[in-house]
């Protein structure tokens, strides 16, 4: 199986800041990568999907890079809305694995 | 508005068995791909299993094969998950979703919209 690693797995950071997170794979699997948002007691939310293409209606702040197996999610100026925790999901193959969440609090 | 609702979920003892199903509406459910993903404390987002649009590809993950099936009815629009000789390990939130864009007889893999979820416990 494809392990899939995030860090941090906790982030504290101010409604303004620049946040990235990274996720790597433990094998390539190109730019089949897609982010999701999850808020308390949701379900996910797709962010962004093929590593960097942004999902229709999702604020641009939102952006993916990265291919191989290292793969970053960046909110560029974090709003309040965006305090959930972030997962990575890699669809290169079966079975398909997210990564372990990374919570972004309030500092 | 396009969206999936679960149901089936429950207490079950161990050995047991459910079926879920989750009713998708506001859109043509026959084009798409469907998936279960579950979520549990120790284990995090786990991708369970997957079908076709027309239910003629399955796919599993390792842990689950020969105990649980998905399938579909497309003139009802509702995809199911059978689950048989449940063990505590597949205590869990289980969420169907739909693969972003339709497909024939190919599953893509990431997944919008998700239903809100039904809760699964297996204990005694």
């Known amino acids: 199986d494809i392990q899939m690693t995030q860090s941090p797995s906790t982030l504290s950071a101010s409604a303004g800041d620049r946040v990235t997170i990274t996720c790597r794979a433990s094998q390539s699997i190109s730019s089949w990568l897609a982010w999701y948002q999850q808020k308390s007691g949701k379900a996910p939310k797709l962010l962004i999907y093929k590593a960097s293409t942004l999902e229709n209606g999702v604020p641009s702040r939102f952006s993916g890079s990265g291919s191989g197996t290292e793969f970053t999610l960046t909110i560029s100026s974090l709003q309040p809305d965006d305090f959930a925790t972030y997962y990575c999901?890699?669809?290169?193959?079966?079975?398909?694995?997210f990564g372990q969440g990374t919570k972004v609090e309030i500092k | 508005e396009v969206k999936l609702v679960e149901s089936g979920g429950g207490l079950v003892q161990p050995g047991g068995s459910l079926r879920l199903s989750c009713a998708a509406s506001?859109?043509?459910?026959?084009?798409?791909?469907m998936t279960w993903v579950r979520q549990t404390p120790g284990r995090g987002l786990e991708w369970v299993a997957a079908l076709t649009d027309s239910g003629s590809g399955t796919y599993y993950t390792d842990s689950v094969k020969g105990r649980f099936t998905i399938y579909r009815d497309n003139s009802r629009n509702t995809v199911y998950l059978q689950l048989n000789s449940l063990r505590g390990d597949d205590t869990g939130v289980y969420y169907c979703a739909r693969d972003r864009y339709s497909s024939t007889n190919a599953v893509r893999g990431w997944f919008d919209p998700w239903g809100q979820g039904t809760l699964v416990i297996v204990s005694s």
């Open positions: 506001g859109f043509t459910f026959s084009n798409y791909a």
């Open positions: 999901q890699q669809y290169n193959g079966y079975p398909w694995t």
